[in-house]
């Protein structure tokens, strides 16, 4: 699992999660954002492809959390 990555877009996100690439082996997760489409697409030129949806809910939260302009992913349920 790769996340959360926070960046100030789409290509500096790409950069990072490749940096923690180059350090990992094996099968790896990353749970972008809707908000963030170019990210995913730049993923899928890179071969991933999209495993699962993902639906983030929040009680008595009515903005969600973060910066959503600057969270690309999150850290998924994989971490708890």
């Not at 789409?10 to 990992?24: F, K, T, Y």
């Not at 954002?33 to 991933?48: I, N, V």
Request: charged share 20%.
């Amino acid at each position: 699992q790769i996340g959360p990555v926070i960046a100030d877009d789409p290509l500096c996100a790409r950069r990072m999660i490749e940096h923690a690439l180059a350090r990992l082996r094996g099968a790896v997760l990353i749970d972008t954002l809707d908000q963030h489409a170019e990210l995913p697409a730049l993923l899928r030129g890179a071969g991933f492809s999209v495993e699962r949806g993902y639906t983030r809910m929040a009680l008595a939260h009515p903005h969600g959390f973060g910066d959503a302009g600057r969270m690309m992913a999150i850290a998924g349920p994989e971490i708890a």
